[in-house]
């Protein structure tokens, strides 16, 4: 009788996680000493794009994609940084306004002074061709380089930290979620909910501020 030959079975390796070792979860918020030592820490190396960049993206709260896509005909009018813009956006196509303040309207002011350029131009252009603007990736390493520079853990922030800095500041002076949900875009409240990580001990807090 014919003997069966038997093969080893294969040695099944144990999967890794795709975020093994990674930092995950949703990047904190800039507190406000640490957006002027940015600041204060671009200043100092002259860095104009990057300061215009990071006061644009404070102001505009802006998703990476729709910050380095904006167009100088997007923030300037009659040759002056507008008061007040307006984009649509690339992921919900839903149009979304935002301020520029006189500390971002003065950077962006040397900024496009610096770099010149048509108003269908791109803000923040590639340095690999003028026809392409900034990628979120580079934008992301940016942030890194910002943050680690003023002390902070790059994997911590991330190009959302940006975007939920001054909405976090609004939250918690005013309690006004709606007022966040406009400012951010967002269709539902539920998702600005879920987006500032607001709890029952947020609600509690406000509350207990109300003394009647």
């Given at each position: 009788?014919e003997?069966?030959?038997r093969?080893?079975?294969p040695?099944?390796?144990a999967s890794?996680?795709?975020?093994?070792?990674k930092?995950?979860?949703?990047?904190?918020?800039?507190?406000?000493?640490?957006?002027?030592a940015?600041?204060f820490?671009?200043?100092?190396?002259?860095?104009?794009r990057?300061?215009a960049?990071?006061?644009?993206?404070?102001d505009?709260?802006?998703?990476?994609?729709?910050?380095v896509?904006?167009r100088?005909?997007?923030?300037v009018?009659?040759?002056?940084?507008?008061?007040?813009a307006?984009?649509?956006?690339?992921k919900?196509?839903?149009?979304v306004?935002?301020e520029i303040?006189?500390?971002?309207?003065?950077?962006?002011?040397?900024?496009l002074?610096?770099?010149?350029?048509?108003?269908n131009?791109?803000?923040f252009?590639?340095?690999?061709?003028?026809?392409?603007?900034?990628?979120?990736?580079?934008?992301?390493r940016l942030?890194?380089?910002?943050v680690?520079a003023?002390?902070?853990?790059?994997?911590?922030?991330?190009?959302?930290?940006l975007?939920?800095?001054?909405?976090?500041?609004?939250?918690?002076r005013t309690?006004?979620i709606?007022?966040?949900?406009i400012?951010?875009g967002?269709?539902?409240l539920?998702?600005?909910?879920?987006?500032?990580?607001?709890?029952?001990?947020?609600a509690?807090?406000?509350?207990?501020?109300?003394d009647?």
């Amino acid at each position: 009788m014919e003997k069966k030959t038997r093969f080893p079975s294969p040695t099944l390796k144990a999967s890794v996680p795709w975020n093994a070792g990674k930092m995950v979860g949703a990047k904190r918020a800039l507190k406000e000493k640490h957006v002027w030592a940015i600041r204060f820490w671009l200043g100092s190396e002259q860095r104009v794009r990057d300061r215009a960049l990071f006061d644009l993206a404070l102001d505009s709260k802006l998703r990476d994609c729709d910050l380095v896509s904006l167009r100088i005909g997007d923030i300037v009018t009659s040759g002056q940084v507008r008061h007040r813009a307006m984009v649509v956006q690339q992921k919900t196509r839903r149009p979304v306004q935002f301020e520029i303040t006189e500390t971002t309207r003065e950077s962006v002011r040397m900024w496009l002074e610096h770099r010149g350029g048509g108003l269908n131009e791109y803000v923040f252009p590639s340095r690999l061709s003028a026809k392409a603007h900034l990628s979120t990736r580079q934008y992301a390493r940016l942030l890194d380089q910002w943050v680690q520079a003023v002390g902070l853990i790059p994997g911590e922030y991330g190009t959302h930290s940006l975007r939920r800095t001054k909405v976090a500041m609004i939250y918690k002076r005013t309690g006004n979620i709606r007022a966040v949900q406009i400012l951010l875009g967002h269709s539902k409240l539920d998702s600005t909910v879920r987006y500032l990580g607001v709890d029952v001990e947020d609600a509690l807090a406000l509350s207990e501020a109300t003394d009647l």
